[in-house]
Structures are given as C-alpha cells and as structure tokens.
C-alpha cells in the first residue's frame, strides 16, 4: 500500500486530503494553500480550526496553517498578512511513495496583487507528511526586474487541550518584540513559556528547535530559512473581538509561527528564496 492523496471538498472549498498507509492524514485547502487539519499516525489532531471560521472566501479561514505574503502582521501598507491567504492558489506537483505523500501549490501576481503591490513573483507552497511528520514549505521567486523586500510567516495554529496547561520550551535566553506591550524589546527568561494572558511576541534569530508539551502528548517545531518565531495567543478580550472565534477558542490554540518578521528578506530580481517549518508527533 502506498500513501493517497485525494481531491474533495472540504466545508464546500477544494482541498486535497494526504493519507499515509501508516494512518496519518493531512487536509490542505486550495484556499490561501492552507493546511486545515493533521493528524499524525495513531495521534490525534494537532492543528486548531476555529469552529466559527469563514469557508466562502470572503476572508482568510481561521486555523490551521495560513500562509502570510509579502507583509507578515501589520509590518506595512498591505492587508494584514499580506495578500496570498485569500486566494485561490493552483496545484501543481502531486507525489506519493510509501511512507509519504506531497502536494505543490502555486500562486503568482495578478491584477489584484500588483495594484496592492507592484511585484512579479511566483510563490510555491510543498506540504509533505510522514506517519509523525507535516513539513510545510514556502518558496518565493522573485520573477520581476527589480529587487524586492518582503516579510513572511507560515502562521501555525496549534490545538492544545488548555492553553494554561501548555508549555513551550526553547525560547529560553532569546529576545523578543512584544507586541501586547508596546513592542518592547524584552529577553525571555523562563524555563517555558505558559500563555496565561495576550501574548504576541516575534522572538528574534531562533535557531533550536522548539518543543510543546500538551498533557500526555509533545510535539518537536523544527524551521528552517525564517530566521523568527512568533507566538500568538489574543486571549479572552481581543478573541472576543474575532468574528470567526468562539468565546473560549483562545484556551484550545497556541500559533507558533516560523517568521521573518524582523529584518525584511531582499529579493534580487530572479533570485529564490525558501523557508520550512516541520511539526514532529513524539
Ligand atoms: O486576525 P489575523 O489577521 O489573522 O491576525 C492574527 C494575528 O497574526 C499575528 O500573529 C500577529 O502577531 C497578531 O498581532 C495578529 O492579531
């Protein structure tokens, strides 16, 4: 038997679903080249979908694995995070062997983009899983004549059981921005973090890979190519003001996102540019 990957709807949008023989499965959808849901082999589901989340394309869905291009948060003049998250994206390579499958998906400028912001680009997002393992990666292609800059995440909701009970390690000794502190420049000084009121920090030039500790289960963040980490939780006041929230949804996520956040990434024109991020089941 070798590993699947099938294209179906999901909440009424095209998605692919990856199925691994060894029973781990991924749902990506075409919308945004989200990934919406996975669950590793013999596990459970790792990624948070808002229950309230808007599927019509009216607006980025809430959960999963968003794709922020070319502007990360509000760093400029662009839509929040940027412009890629709503639209439909194209799929190109499509790969399955015995213990993986893959899919590619494509997006690049159209008339919408270039009035926002002025670029030829291609971009490409490859989703890969294995029975423990979902690799997400980003790759952008400068396809203009002139060099640009851009800020990027690949915006990862995890589902915890309890936010409070969660414990993220790795950060320790780093500085961060803290953003639900009028981006103060602060250094972490905890064993872990435990998220117990808003918290929205871009931890700079993290190199290790980080682990998260949920009741019984763990889960390894590796990245590669983005150079930040931000961790987001808008805690009961801001999730309040979240249309496609519920009331307690902020107590059941954690986004630990792979970022480049803090220096803008310069792109001469031709040049590539790629980033990863890889969730382990342990
Ligand atoms: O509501 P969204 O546009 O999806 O943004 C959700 C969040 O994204 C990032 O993590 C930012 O650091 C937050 O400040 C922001 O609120």
């Known amino acids: 038997m070798t590993a ?3 294209t179906r709807t999901f909440h009424d949008q095209p998605a692919l679903v990856l199925r ?11 919308f945004g ?6 669950t590793p082999a ?3 589901e790792w990624l948070y979908l808002s229950p309230q989340a808007r599927h019509d394309g009216s607006t980025a869905i809430r959960g ?3 794709v922020c291009f070319p502007q990360f948060a509000t760093l400029g003049k662009l839509p929040k995070n940027g412009l890629v998250r709503t639209r439909p994206w194209s799929l190109g390579e499509q790969r399955s062997g015995d213990d993986f499958a893959l899919v590619t998906l494509t997006t690049s400028e159209d008339d919408a983009s270039y009035a926002a912001w ?9 989703v890969i899983i294995e029975n423990e393992r979902l690799g997400v990666e980003f790759e952008v292609e400068n396809t203009g004549h002139a060099s640009f800059a851009f800020t990027a995440a690949l915006h990862t909701y995890l589902r915890v059981r309890e936010v409070e009970n969660a414990r993220l390690e790795g950060l320790h000794g780093h500085e961060y921005r803290d953003a639900a502190d009028n981006d103060r420049i602060k250094r972490d000084s905890g064993e872990a973090l435990v998220v117990e009121a808003e918290t929205d920090r871009v931890y700079h030039d993290v190199q290790r890979p980080l682990l998260l500790r949920d009741g019984w289960r763990s889960l390894g963040i590796n990245v590669e190519g983005f150079p930040d980490v931000v961790v987001w ?5 801001r999730c309040a003001q979240l249309p496609d929230m519920p009331a307690n949804g902020f107590r059941h996520m954690l986004c630990v996102e792979a970022a480049a956040a803090r220096r803008r990434i310069e792109l ?13 089941a342990l």
């Not at 691994?20 to 075409?30: C, D, E, F, K, Y």
């Not at 001469?268 to 382990?280: K, V």
């Open 20 to 30: 691994t023989p060894g029973g781990a499965q991924a749902v990506v959808s075409l």
């Open 233 to 237: 939780n808008p805690w009961e006041q």
């Open 33 to 38: 080249a989200q990934v919406l849901s996975w």
């Open 118 to 126: 002025p670029q030829r680009f291609s971009a490409e997002v490859t």
């Open 64 to 66: 999963g694995i968003p």
């Open 268 to 280: 001469d024109a031709g040049e590539q540019w790629y980033g990863r991020q890889t969730l382990i």
């Open 4 to 6: 699947s990957i099938e």
């Open 42 to 44: 013999g596990g459970s």
